[in-house]
């Protein structure tokens, strides 16, 4: 069965203090993997799509990987207006569907 | 380029009642997906609508319909509303180069939906 898993399900950071959130999927053929931020009671925002292993990609203070297994997105120097969920999806299989982590909570304390 | 869209915000429904919510995609976009997330969890795929006609589907009941129109613009119908469908209702439009090509969604705000 087709499943994405991330860890940890709460971070808690100080305004500064680096890390890194993980995305551990088994998703047959896959095909993209997709990470999202998402504010409380909002819909999610698309951050970025990596295709294969080995690729990267960056956005301001956020830098997401992808390997065969597992996916991350690592988190410099973040500010308090990082404090978020981040969503972590998977699209493979037959349909075009994503499938999703249960996302993880982000503070970042100034 | 307008976004993704969704109404309405919020609605209150009481169980075995049925309710429909609308979607308008992003400009250009020709397929559109329909996700229900629980509190505290990720989005769940309800179904997937591309050109007009469902290409996919997750493990919900036959009382979760849906349709595209012509303009790509979408709605979710819920029939027999149950207390444990209270979420929130994502959709998500996409420019699909075909079924799982690994193509962005992008979603809109969402509904918030509660059954009393």
């Known amino acids: 069965e087709d499943q994405v898993t991330q860890s940890p399900e709460a971070l808690r950071l100080q305004e500064g203090e680096s890390s890194s959130l993980n995305c551990s999927y088994t998703?047959?053929?896959?095909?993209?993997l997709f990470w999202y931020r998402q504010d409380p009671g909002k819909g999610p925002e698309f951050l970025f799509t990596?295709?294969?292993a080995g690729e990267e990609k960056e956005k301001e203070r956020l830098k997401a990987t992808l390997t065969k297994k597992e996916s991350f997105l690592h988190i410099t120097a973040p500010k308090p207006e990082d404090s978020a969920t981040y969503l972590c999806?998977?699209?493979?299989?037959?349909?075009?569907?994503?499938?999703f982590g249960k996302g993880t909570k982000l503070s970042v304390k100034p | 380029e307008t976004g993704v869209t969704q109404s309405p915000t919020h609605l209150i429904k009481t169980r075995g009642q049925q309710v429909t919510l609308r979607c308008s995609s992003q400009?250009?976009?020709?397929?559109v997906s329909w996700y229900q997330q629980a509190l505290g969890q990720g989005p769940q795929f309800i179904f997937q609508?591309?050109?007009?006609?469902?290409?996919g589907r997750g493990n919900f009941p036959p009382r979760f319909s849906g349709l595209q129109f012509p303009n790509y613009s979408s709605e979710l119908n819920v029939n027999a509303l149950e207390l444990d469908d209270s979420a929130l209702y994502l959709c998500?439009?996409?420019?699909?180069?075909?079924?799982?090509?690994?193509?962005?969604?992008?979603f809109g705000p969402g509904t918030r939906l509660t059954v009393l």
């Open positions: 998500a439009s996409s420019l699909s180069r075909g079924v799982g090509a690994g193509d962005t969604q992008y």
């Open positions: 998703v047959s053929g896959l095909r993209g």
């Open positions: 990596l295709y294969s």
């Open positions: 999806a998977g699209e493979g299989g037959s349909q075009g569907n994503l499938i």
């Open positions: 400009s250009g976009h020709n397929t």
């Open positions: 609508y591309y050109r007009e006609e469902e290409n």
